[in-house]
């Protein structure tokens, strides 16, 4: 899932009473991964990185999004580390321009808490969620290249949010560019709507044949593009049957490549967990018995 502490999830997933730092361990008799979505807003603390590894068994896989300002979202200057808020410049609104130094700058910072899940085995990818703002009519995918680079020992997935970098020619010029650089392509599903912020589900795209990357936004295109809140614009619950269907497209990304990760991002209530059980349950996965943890008080 694309997170293991969204509120609807509190609310109605873990088991009453459960205080913050159990939830992850308790996660982790469910599901053997998980997207961390915090490291999107802020750099982890190395030794919060540390009880996460702790807390999670041998075999368990973090992916993890990369701060917001590497993917070139909208970034206030108070959501960066202290010690680069002095050095940041900044437009009228307050807003933090990315300039070559504060891009490596950042970098270094956020790369040593990586290799404590590195160092474990415990780390999937670094994931760049680009914005919908990144747009081929206005940028250049040689724009991430310095990015890639300082990423190279880290398996690098990019997720774009511009629909543009995936249709007619530049889809071809977008899917070369990934495969050279050896960085993978985000597949989606999201609603059936041809808006420039939603991408296309009909592509099961593979640049990288070590690992295939799956996430699921829901098809509720209303919701998609009004929402105020993560939890409104991912308001969707999967039918069984539209399980079986992603079902069936993981095991064709699988049948090209090593590896797939498949990431529920339908994080309203308590969708995105029971959408990945019973997906686990349609490809014949074990599914732990729930709740292994009596209500606590």
Do not use: C
Request: no cysteine; proline share 6%.
């Amino acid at each position: 899932m694309a997170s293991w502490s969204d509120p609807g999830f509190v609310e109605r997933w873990y088991p009453k009473g459960m205080r913050p730092g159990e939830r992850l361990a308790w996660y982790a008799q469910h599901f053997e991964m998980v997207e961390v979505n915090s490291t999107f807003y802020s750099v982890p603390d190395a030794r919060m990185v540390e009880r996460w590894r702790a807390n999670t068994p041998d075999a368990f896989t973090f992916d993890v999004k990369l701060h917001q300002l590497l993917s070139r979202h909208s970034t206030p200057a108070k959501l960066l580390p202290p010690e680069l808020q002095r050095r940041a410049e900044t437009d009228g609104k307050g807003k933090v321009k990315l300039t070559p130094a504060l891009e490596e700058a950042l970098i270094e910072i956020f790369l040593p808490s990586m290799t404590i899940l590195q160092g474990a085995g415990k780390l999937g990818v670094l994931l760049l969620q680009l914005s919908p703002a990144f747009s081929p009519t206005k940028h250049e995918l040689n724009e991430l290249e310095r990015l890639i680079e300082m990423l190279r020992d880290y398996r690098l997935a990019i997720e774009f949010r511009n629909r543009n970098w995936a249709i007619g020619e530049q889809l071809r010029s977008t899917i070369d560019f990934l495969r050279r650089h050896r960085v993978i392509f985000v597949n989606i599903d999201a609603p059936a709507a041809e808006h420039f912020t939603i991408m296309r589900s009909d592509l099961d795209e593979i640049t990288n044949s070590q690992l295939a990357y799956l996430r699921l936004h829901g098809r509720n295109a209303d919701a998609y593009l009004k929402g105020k809140t993560v939890a409104a614009r991912f308001n969707y619950d999967y039918s069984d049957r539209e399980i079986v269907e992603v079902a069936e497209r993981s095991k064709r990304l699988a049948a090209d490549a090593r590896e797939v990760h498949v990431v529920f991002n339908n994080n309203n209530l308590d969708y995105a967990p029971r959408a990945a059980a019973r997906l686990r349950a349609a490809l014949g996965q074990y599914v732990a018995p729930r709740p292994q943890t009596p209500e606590l008080f």
